[in-house]
């Protein structure tokens, strides 16, 4: 009986480690991209390399979905918040310089391995939603043209323009719908499952604790990285190779300054 209770106050210390959240300043998010640009810096060549995999992956996508500009659209949006998930490798390289080390690549390309079953898990989840994203910009566009697809100009026209409100009221809202909360569940989900070996489901229900604590905060910082990748978009990937490292590396300091987790 004792040794019960003794794994079970060990647990629910671990648990009070992993689970106290921080509240930070509306400021705070600039300091976290004010890092993530330093780390870009001091790593260099290791960070550009990610930054060269994610522009890859954009053109990778505009390639294969480049004619199905509606779907075009949900993955890249999808690709954009699955970020945390694609940047483990940037995640490693601001813990390696947080502990005092000089940045090596070659470790954090299989840094992942050290929790693959719950970064399967995640990926899972970021996958059934884009799925179903996917699936609902389709409903939407069939109910809302009558006429079937429009072109690709006449589709930006749209959202431009306002000349179809349903459509683009409809549009919007459930695009903004499936952003929040795949942004809700991953804001130090990741980080954290790299960082501390937590599970997938705990992992998420923190992050959802994070973004409830701190609401305006988050809202400036899913600002941030949409403008951050938005960039990237904006300039047909290639500012990604830049972007993407800073993105990555501010998201290891916000999961630090937002979570009170054991340093490693």
Not at 14 to 33: C, D, E, I, K, T
Not at 74 to 79: D, N, S
Request: hydrophobic share 55%; with cysteine; glycine share 8%.
């Amino acid at each position: 009986m004792e040794k019960i209770d003794s794994v079970s106050r060990t647990s629910s210390d671990l648990f009070q480690q992993y689970a106290v959240v921080n509240r930070v300043g509306l400021l705070a998010p600039f300091s976290w991209v004010k890092e993530g640009a330093r780390d870009l810096l001091r790593c260099q060549f290791s960070s550009m390399f990610y930054g060269v995999a994610f522009a890859l992956m954009g053109w990778t996508v505009a390639f294969f979905y480049g004619a199905a500009y509606w779907l075009t659209l949900t993955a890249l949006g999808a690709f954009m918040l699955a970020g945390p998930l694609l940047a483990i490798g940037l995640y490693a390289l601001s813990r390696q310089r947080e502990r005092g080390e000089e940045p090596h690549l070659l470790p954090t390309l299989s840094c992942w391995r050290g929790n693959v079953a719950n970064f399967s898990i995640f990926a899972l989840i970021i996958g059934v939603v884009t799925l179903v994203w996917a699936r609902a910009s389709l409903v939407i566009f069939a109910v809302l043209y009558d006429s079937g697809l429009p072109s690709a100009n006449d589709f930006v026209k749209e959202l431009i323009a306002f000349n179809n409100v349903e459509f683009v009221i409809t549009y919007l809202a459930v695009g903004a719908l499936f952003a929040s909360f795949i942004f809700a569940i991953s804001v130090v989900a990741v980080p954290l499952m790299f960082d501390q070996g937590k599970d997938a489901i705990s992992a998420m229900l923190l992050s959802l604790s994070v973004v409830a604590r701190n609401p305006a905060a988050m809202l400036i910082w899913a600002g941030l990285l949409t403008l951050l990748v938005g960039i990237g978009f904006a300039t047909g990937f290639l500012a990604l190779v830049y972007t993407a490292p800073i993105a990555g590396h501010a998201t290891w300091h916000a999961y630090r300054a937002l979570l009170n987790a054991p340093t490693t």
